[in-house]
């Protein structure tokens, strides 16, 4: 088994001590257990991924707030969470990954009550602020509507006789946007008269959810101007590295988003066991992943790469995303924002072209070979539709070759072969000619069959009686064959229904032939993926053979043909439970 290592977020309390008026949990910032069980989740939760082979490399704490939890608790949780860094250190740094200091994430109001576990453990803080700070004034308030800045600002510089890492970060929405000026001077301030390393700082674009209206985008244009204006304000001077480097980093190949699918890296857990993508995604249903007292760590894992899976297909591919020379470092941005948005593409997607730039990274100089893997693992849209371009057009293409060969056509033909899912047909394309991608979603429950023309069986075949059905079971999992070296779907099965077999079938039609397979394909069920699309394709015996002769006769037609040419559909194989969970996630 391979070690997997992820990076885990951690709520202890759903509390919050504070009121922000744009808190994406909206009335969630309260705790009914009062961070009772706090340790013992994350006791638990850490020994079951470890039995796993799951390693989490970076434990941080979010909220809510933790700083509401009590002084034990707080005390508690930091210890374990140092302890558990000091006895994995080697693994961890063996794998590539920093071994760091305890981290919490915070609103730096109650900050004081923990001090002395702060210094005892050497706790990194990030903390949040509005810039300006007129408008931290406004939006960032107690429960009781009060202003929190002047604690705010007395509790860091708590932090300045102690070497732990400090820093802070700051949303911005068209509001604070509006008065960048002022957000400059604040920044000077911050840099000037406390103990914060403001080179070490964030900034966050806002997207207006959860703020009640309150506060708005910034247009993709505006964020490159705020952009611009940051470096006109502070290029050359003490704060050089921090706006070339830290202080956009969100938008950089080194966050988040710089994977095919986060749900392969990245989660939260909460007090309670529930699992999630993110802080974004927290408390929405398309982001759970599950329990981590009621479900395995298998069914999370699953359950994380195929909902952000889905979540990504939300929208279409885009052609800018197609264009641009950034996929690699993108990935089409954020799954969560993409859908508040109904966007194909990042929402900070000028500002990302614009500081790729900047950092000189180069545009892909394989980008047609970058899309068509993109596509193939993270996309329903056909991928052959973004196969990169024959370098030799002096060769005859694929449909020319079909047309000069009569015994090719019924491998390739549209119109003898149909799967029936519940009821419902899907003619059958060979996955070489189709224009788009389709995919069914089954259950253990599901009535299955597969419908083919009668005259098939007679096609390019001298003895009837000997050819058959033939059909090509593979799994969406990608394993490395042959001499070659050539990666492609790991083969599960072939299994061949004879003409006698097919004749006797009592639902046959007047033209077809039409066998059920539910009990064939559930025999395999458990070695489907999950998290991506199986295949499953039709021929038959005689085709088969003929298609692997035309390969060996003629290298044009070899060349173009390499992948399984014959009439196939993916298909997702799940429980009831797990197809409810996609059905609604269509109505997002």
């Known amino acids: 088994m391979n070690t ?38 994350l006791r638990y939760a850490i020994s079951k991924f470890r039995e796993a082979d799951v390693v989490p490399f970076n434990i941080s704490l979010h909220g809510g707030e933790v700083t509401t939890l009590s002084k034990q608790k707080f005390h508690d949780l930091i210890q374990y969470i140092s302890e558990y860094y000091q006895e994995n250190r080697e693994q961890i740094t063996n794998a590539g990954f920093r071994v760091g200091r305890p981290h919490i994430k915070t609103n730096l109001y ?83 008269n406390t103990c914060l390393d403001m080179n070490d700082f964030n900034f966050m674009i806002g997207f207006d959810y959860n703020s009640c209206g309150l506060l708005h985008h910034m ?34 190949p080194e966050y988040c988003t710089n994977c095919d699918n986060c749900g392969e890296k990245f989660f939260l857990l909460e007090q309670n066991g529930d699992l999630y993508s993110c ?16 479900d395995t760590v298998e069914v999370i894992l699953k359950t994380a790469v195929r909902k952000i899976f889905q979540s990504h297909n939300q929208q279409p591919f885009s052609e800018t995303c197609e264009k641009c020379g950034y996929l690699y470092l993108c990935k089409t941005g954020c799954p969560f924002v993409k859908n508040v948005y109904k966007s194909r593409k990042s929402y900070t997607c000028l500002l990302q072209q614009q500081m790729y730039k900047d950092r000189n990274y180069s545009k892909d100089p394989f980008l047609e070979e970058t899309v068509y893997e993109y596509v193939t693992k993270m996309r329903l849209e056909d ?27 019924y491998i390739y033909d549209s119109c003898v072969f149909e799967l029936e899912v519940d009821g419902k047909r899907y003619p059958l394309i060979s996955q070489l000619l189709r224009k788009s991608r389709d995919i069914v979603y089954l259950t253990p429950v599901s009535t299955v069959k597969i419908r083919m023309k009668k005259h098939m069986l007679k096609e390019e075949c001298d003895y009837p009686e000997n050819n058959a059905l033939y059909l090509m079971l593979l799994s969406g999992e990608l394993v490395t064959y042959g001499d070659e070296g050539r990666t492609k779907q790991r083969h599960l099965a072939t299994h061949q229904i004879y003409k006698g077999v097919l004749d006797h ?36 015996t005689e085709l ?21 040419p014959f009439q196939n559909i993916e298909f997702y194989y799940m429980t009831l439970e797990q197809k409810k969970d996609e059905e609604a996630s269509h109505e997002f």
């Not at 247009?219 to 706006?243: C, K, P």
């Not at 991928?383 to 009569?406: C, F, H, N, T, W």
């Not at 088969?544 to 399984?564: E, G, P, S, T, V």
Request: charged residues 30%; proline residues 3%; glycine residues 6%.
């Open 279 to 294: 802080v974004r995604g927290q408390k929405k249903e398309d982001f759970y992943y599950g329990n981590i007292y009621r």
């Open 505 to 540: 079938s009592r639902e046959n039609e007047v033209e077809w032939y039409v066998y059920d397979i539910s009990g064939l394909l559930g025999e395999y069920a458990k070695e489907y993926a999950q998290d991506k699309p199986n295949n499953l394709f039709f021929t038959t």
């Open 110 to 192: 109650g900050l004081d009550r923990h001090m002395e576990t702060i210094r005892e453990f050497r706790v990194s803080v990030s903390g949040s602020l509005d810039l300006p700070f007129s408008l931290h004034e406004k939006y960032r308030v107690t429960k009781n509507g009060e202003g929190t800045l002047d604690r705010i600002l007395e509790n860091i510089k708590l932090l300045e006789s102690i070497p732990n890492k400090k820093k802070v970060s700051a949303t911005i929405f068209k509001e604070h946007y509006e008065q960048i000026d002022q957000i400059i001077e604040d920044i000077r301030f911050l840099d000037q």
């Open 4 to 41: 997997k290592f992820i990076h885990l977020l951690y709520v202890p309390t759903m509390a919050c001590n504070m009121q922000c008026r744009y808190c994406y949990l909206e009335d969630n910032t309260v705790d009914t257990l009062e961070g009772e069980n706090c340790v013992e989740t």
């Open 383 to 409: 991928p052959e539709r973004y196969r990169p371009a024959k370098q030799s057009v002096e060769y005859p293409g694929l449909e020319q070759i079909i047309a000069e060969d009569a015994k090719l056509k």
């Open 544 to 564: 088969r053979d003929y298609h692997y002769q035309k390969q060996k006769n003629n290298a044009y037609y070899h060349i173009q043909a390499i992948n399984l």
């Open 219 to 252: 247009s993709e244009e505006e964020q490159l101007i705020f952009y611009r204006r940051m470096h006109e304000a502070f290029d050359g001077t003490n704060l050089d590295t921090g706006v070339n480097g830290p202080w956009f980093d969100e938008f950089g």
